[in-house]
C-alpha cells in the first residue's frame, strides 16, 4: 500500500500559479504510475496528468496541455504538478492517486488517493 498526502492549494488570481506537492509513503514510490484529477462539486472526478515510474512518460488533458507539468522525485518520493497561467475553470480540489497499471487517464485504474487540495482561481 501506499499512502498519499497532498498540497499546495490556495487562492490564486487568473493568470498565476501554483504548484501542488503530493507526498507519498508506503512500498516502493518508483512502482506507481501517479496521476492528479480534480473535482468540483456536482461533476466526476477529471484527469488532469500522469507520469510513469521513472518520469519518462507523461500524458496530460487537453485543457491542462502547454500550462500544466508534472513531475516526479524519486528521492524523496514526491510529486508535483506545477500550474501556470491558471484560469477560473481550473477551480478544483484536485487530487494526487497511484495506479500500478499504467499512466492511466481513468479514476477506477488508481487505488490509492489523497486528500485533495483546494485551488481557488479568481478571476
Known amino acids: 500500500q501506499v499512502q498519499l498526502v497532498d498540497s499546495g492549494g490556495g487562492l490564486v488570481q487568473a493568470g498565476g500559479s501554483l504548484r501542488l506537492s503530493c507526498a507519498a509513503s508506503g512500498r516502493t514510490f518508483l512502482d506507481y504510475y501517479m496521476g492528479w484529477f480534480r473535482q468540483t462539486p456536482g461533476k466526476e472526478r477529471e484527469f488532469v496528468a500522469a507520469?510513469?515510474?521513472?518520469?519518462?512518460?507523461?500524458d496530460y488533458a487537453d485543457s491542462v496541455k502547454g500550462r500544466f507539468g508534472i513531475s516526479r522525485g524519486n528521492a524523496k518520493n514526491t510529486v508535483h504538478l506545477q500550474m501556470n497561467s491558471l484560469k477560473p475553470e481550473d477551480t478544483a480540489v484536485y487530487y494526487c492517486?497511484?495506479?500500478?497499471?499504467?499512466?492511466?487517464?481513468?479514476?477506477?485504474?488508481?487505488?490509492?488517493w489523497g486528500q485533495g487540495t483546494q485551488v481557488t482561481v479568481s478571476s
Open positions: 507520469i510513469s515510474g521513472s518520469g519518462s512518460i507523461t
Open positions: 492517486a497511484a495506479s500500478i497499471y499504467r499512466v492511466g487517464r481513468t479514476p477506477s485504474e488508481y487505488a490509492y
